[in-house]
């Protein structure tokens, strides 16, 4: 459990036709056994009461609080759910999403992130969310972490690079280029792109996973790195000289390596994080190992954020069939990079 004068983690809602309300029940009620640290929810009372009732989560204490009362959520979290509610909302329908729950999903994130601002919350952990419902509500974003990194710009007042990674026990990914064609990815990889990417994943794995000196390693684009060119040529015109810049910064990084021989377990003990050239590269592996537990965090923000490796699961909305496995492990992670990251600061 989180010390009492310990901050919380802001943990939003996520699309309510979802499996997040669920989820975050779920999480709440393995708050002993699993151990899972003191959080406020950030969305509508009624409607977790309702999402509660159909999944058969049984009796479920909420108290709701205004998003300063930070010393409060961790007092009560023992005894009731935290919620601070940011609305009156129509009940939703499980598994049918409606952009009339926009504003809802929106509304958390951004509630989530003014609360890190202002230190009335810890880390920011965000539950899933249907982009197309967004959408069809005039929502500009590709997603989820460009979202965070313009509330970054508007609330923080910094311009951020975001970066996926996605986190397991005994795996970490990073992918260069994420959800775009795969036709595009020569396209859209440059030197520079990968030097940014490292720079940051380096940074973070220092300040917010405590790895004094990360050791990094990078996958090449094509099949066996390009095997010298017969198989393509990125490995040496690309890839190649970005690893030759993060080296000349002092970072521990090899590569260009062969993808398909990167990820069994001997591999892995070789390096904290890899660096993958594109979305299903990194992810495979990832959802591989670690499907139930895997965490989505995003590196780059000024803020902590991480986020169930999982989307909304409509198909078991309101059956109760829901894992929180990774819902707990992102809140879990989130903490412990909290506590790195205020640790570093410290000492700084």
Same mark, same amino acid.
């Given at each position: 459990?989180?010390?009492?004068?310990?901050?919380?983690?802001? *943990?939003?809602?996520?699309?309510?036709?979802?499996?997040?309300?669920?989820?975050?029940?779920?999480?709440?009620?393995?708050?002993?056994?699993?151990?899972?640290?003191?959080?406020?929810?950030?969305?509508? %009372?009624?409607?977790?009461?309702?999402?509660?009732?159909?999944?058969?989560?049984?009796?479920?204490?909420?108290?709701?609080?205004?998003?300063?009362?930070?010393?409060?959520?961790?007092?009560?979290?023992?005894?009731?759910? %935290?919620?601070?509610?940011?609305? =009156?909302?129509?009940?939703?329908?499980?598994?049918?999403?409606?952009?009339?729950?926009?504003?809802?999903?929106?509304?958390?994130?951004?509630?989530?992130?003014?609360?890190?601002?202002?230190?009335?919350?810890?880390?920011? +952990?965000?539950?899933?969310?249907?982009?197309?419902?967004?959408?069809?509500?005039?929502?500009?974003?590709?997603?989820?972490?460009?979202?965070?990194?313009? *509330?970054?710009?508007?609330?923080?007042?910094?311009? =951020?690079?975001?970066?996926?990674?996605?986190?397991?026990?005994?795996?970490?990914?990073?992918?260069? /280029? +994420?959800?775009?064609?795969?036709?595009?990815?020569?396209?859209?990889?440059?030197?520079?792109?990968?030097?940014?990417?490292?720079?940051?994943? &380096?940074?973070?794995?220092?300040?917010?996973?405590?790895?004094?000196?990360?050791?990094?390693?990078?996958?090449?684009?094509?099949? #066996?790195?390009?095997?010298?060119?017969?198989?393509?040529?990125?490995?040496?015109?690309?890839?190649?000289?970005?690893?030759?810049?993060?080296?000349?910064?002092?970072?521990?990084?090899?590569?260009?390596?062969?993808?398909?021989?990167?990820? #069994?377990?001997?591999?892995?003990?070789?390096?904290?994080?890899?660096?993958?050239?594109?979305?299903?590269?990194?992810?495979?592996?990832?959802?591989?190992?670690?499907?139930? /537990?895997?965490?989505? /965090? /995003?590196?780059?923000?000024?803020?902590?954020?991480?986020?169930?490796?999982?989307?909304?699961?409509?198909?078991?909305?309101?059956?109760?069939?829901?894992?929180?496995?990774?819902?707990? &492990? &992102?809140?879990?992670?989130?903490?412990?990079?909290?506590?790195?990251?205020? =640790?570093?600061?410290?000492?700084?």
């Amino acid at each position: 459990m989180t010390a009492p004068t310990s901050l919380p983690l802001a *943990l939003t809602i996520g699309d309510p036709a979802g499996i997040g309300p669920e989820i975050a029940v779920k999480a709440w009620q393995a708050r002993r056994e699993a151990g899972v640290p003191a959080f406020v929810l950030l969305g509508d %009372p009624e409607i977790l009461s309702q999402r509660a009732h159909e999944a058969g989560l049984g009796d479920m204490a909420t108290r709701v609080l205004a998003r300063e009362d930070a010393a409060s959520v961790c007092a009560i979290f023992d005894t009731a759910l %935290p919620v601070v509610a940011l609305g =009156a909302f129509p009940k939703p329908v499980a598994g049918k999403p409606d952009p009339a729950f926009a504003p809802l999903v929106t509304g958390a994130i951004e509630t989530a992130v003014t609360m890190v601002r202002d230190g009335s919350a810890s880390a920011v +952990v965000t539950n899933p969310i249907n982009k197309e419902m967004l959408y069809g509500a005039g929502f500009s974003f590709p997603g989820h972490t460009e979202y965070l990194g313009e *509330l970054a710009r508007e609330l923080f007042g910094v311009t =951020a690079h975001p970066v996926m990674m996605l986190a397991g026990e005994d795996l970490r990914v990073v992918p260069v /280029t +994420v959800h775009i064609a795969l036709r595009e990815v020569p396209e859209q990889l440059t030197t520079d792109l990968i030097v940014e990417t490292g720079r940051i994943v &380096a940074r973070d794995l220092i300040g917010r996973f405590g790895i004094a000196r990360p050791r990094i390693a990078i996958a090449g684009l094509n099949p #066996h790195a390009g095997e010298g060119g017969a198989m393509g040529t990125e490995e040496i015109t690309i890839i190649a000289p970005a690893i030759e810049a993060l080296r000349a910064a002092g970072l521990d990084v090899r590569g260009p390596l062969p993808a398909d021989t990167m990820f #069994h377990p001997r591999a892995r003990a070789g390096y904290d994080a890899a660096i993958c050239m594109y979305h299903d590269q990194a992810l495979i592996p990832i959802k591989t190992i670690a499907f139930d /537990t895997g965490v989505n /965090t /995003t590196l780059g923000l000024p803020f902590v954020r991480t986020s169930p490796d999982h989307g909304t699961a409509y198909d078991i909305a309101g059956t109760g069939k829901a894992e929180a496995s990774s819902l707990i &492990a &992102a809140l879990k992670l989130a903490a412990r990079m909290g506590a790195h990251e205020a =640790a570093a600061e410290a000492d700084a």
